[in-house]
C-alpha cells in the first residue's frame, strides 16, 4: 500500500536509484512464477534497504524470512568483505528459487540459506549481529525482537516491514484479525523499549527502523 499520492510516489521512484539488473530479472520472475508475488519487496524499498546497510556497513546480517531472496541481496550490498548474511525462510520449495540468484551475485559466498521455522533456527546462531530485518508471519514479530534483541552488538539496526499492515493500525480491530493486533503490540514495544529507539517511516506497507543502544 502506497501512503503518498500516485504522483508524488512516482516522482520519489522516479528520482531514486533504479534496481540492479539482477534484481530487475529476479523481480520479474517472480511475478512470473511464485504465488503473492507483492510480498517482494520491490524496486524502490529494496534500494531503501540497500542504502541503509551500506550506511552501517555490517559484518553479520540475519534476516527472518527470505521469501524469493530480493531483500537479502539488497541488505548484502552493504556488507563488509568478511561478512555473512544468514536469511531464514520455513518454505522449502523457494529454497533453490532464491539459491539460483544468491550464485549468480557478488555476495553467494557470504549468504547463507537457513531453511525452517525461524523460532528454532535463530537460538542456533551464535553470532552478533549489526543488522537485523524481520519480514516474516506478523504474529511472531514480537517473539522475533526477543530473541534477537540480545543478539544485537552495540549501535547495531533492525528493520521491521509492514508495520502499517495496509493502514489497519488505524482502523477498528476485527475479532479475528491477529496479525492486526500482533502488530500494533509490535509497534508498542519498539515505541516503548529503552534498550532502542524507533522511528516509523511511511515506506510503501511502513518500514521500522530500530537503533539499538
Known sequence: MNFLPEKIDDYVVNHSQKE?????????ETWQKVLNPRMLSGGYQGR?????????????????????????LCLAEGIQ???????????????????????????????????????????TLNEKFDLVFIDADKSNYTTYFKMIIGKMNSGGVILSDNV??????????????????ALLEYNELLNNDDRIETILLPIRDGLSISRVK
Not at 50 to 59: C, E, F, H, T, W
Open 164 to 181: 502499517l499492515w495496509s493502514g489497519k493500525v488505524v482502523e477498528k480491530i476485527e475479532p479475528n484479525d491477529k496479525d492486526t493486533q
Open 81 to 123: 568483505k568478511n561478512g555473512t548474511l544468514f536469511t531464514i525462510d520455513k518454505n522449502e520449495e523457494l529454497e533453490d528459487f532464491a539459491k539460483k540468484y544468491f550464485d549468480q551475485s557478488a555476495y553467494n559466498a557470504q549468504i547463507k540459506q537457513l531453511v525452517g521455522n525461524a523460532l528454532d533456527i535463530i537460538p
Open 20 to 28: 540492479p539488473e539482477l534484481l530487475q530479472q529476479l523481480n520479474k
Open 48 to 72: 531503501i534497504l540497500a542504502m541503509i546497510s551500506k550506511l552501517i556497513q555490517p559484518k553479520t546480517i540475519l534476516e527472518i524470512g527470505t521469501y524469493t531472496g530480493y531483500s537479502a
